[in-house]
Antibody, heavy 123, light 109 residues
């Protein structure tokens, strides 16, 4: 069965770079059509789509965050890494990673989600 | 791009039907037949309930259905149950990325 889990720091200081790792099982990122996306949710607010990486290393980013976000994959380790530079208190949120199945089109279709990890940005 | 527009809240009594709208533009909802919907209970990760506008993943009750007309997608929940009380989000491809709606809180009266 498919499972994903996010890991990384719970607290970062303003201006620092955040690095989050999504470790998954039950699928391979080398399988045609598969992707892994990142989504965040500030406390009490809506979901925000951040980025997705596909099996063929195609990467897509939210236009509003494209200059700050990088998504990479390590297929051999079953991991996807999200880095976000120049963190600000407004970036405080629960960050989720999720599986994009091969039967879907686009990065909006995410069938299995991790539990999420809360990242607080504060000095 | 801007978040898709959803009503902040909707409500209904058990057994009734409710519809949640998701309005966008021709660059997102109107331009793709790949809108997805998610259900989120407090403190939980979102759950995938509709994809490609009308399709239900395995295990999702047929009480949940989706549709689209022009730049607006809709989620209809029929035969409301207490467990349906949750936040609901739409999501659409948008050019080279994707965008979520602002979310709708469903209250079962």
């Amino acid at each position: 069965q498919i499972a994903l889990k996010e890991s990384g720091p719970t607290l970062v200081k303003p201006t620092q770079t955040l690095t989050l790792t999504c470790t998954f099982s039950g699928f391979s990122l080398s399988t045609s059509g598969v992707g892994v996306g990142w989504i965040r949710q500030p406390p009490g607010k809506a979901l925000e789509w951040l980025a997705v990486i596909y099996w063929n290393d195609d990467r897509r980013y939210s236009p509003s965050l494209k200059s700050r976000v990088t998504i990479t994959k390590d297929t051999s380790k079953n991991q996807v890494v999200l880095t976000m530079t120049n963190m600000d208190p407004v970036d405080t949120a629960t960050y989720y990673c999720a599986h994009r199945p091969p039967y879907c089109r686009g990065g909006s279709c995410l069938d299995y989600w991790g539990q999420g990890t809360l990242v607080t940005v504060s000095s | 791009q801007s978040a898709l527009t959803q009503p902040r809240s909707v409500s209904g009594s058990p057994g009734q039907s409710v519809t949640i709208s998701c309005s966008g533009t021709s660059s997102d909802v109107g331009g793709y037949d790949h809108v997805s919907w998610y259900q989120q209970h407090p403190g939980k990760a979102p759950k995938f309930i509709i994809y490609d506008v009308t399709k239900r993943p395995s295990g999702v009750p047929d009480r949940f259905s989706g549709s689209k007309s022009g730049n607006t997608a809709s989620l209809t929940i029929s035969g409301l149950q207490a467990e349906d009380e949750a936040d609901y989000y739409c999501c659409s491809p948008a050019s080279s990325s994707s965008v979520f709606g602002g979310g709708t809180k469903l209250t079962v009266l």
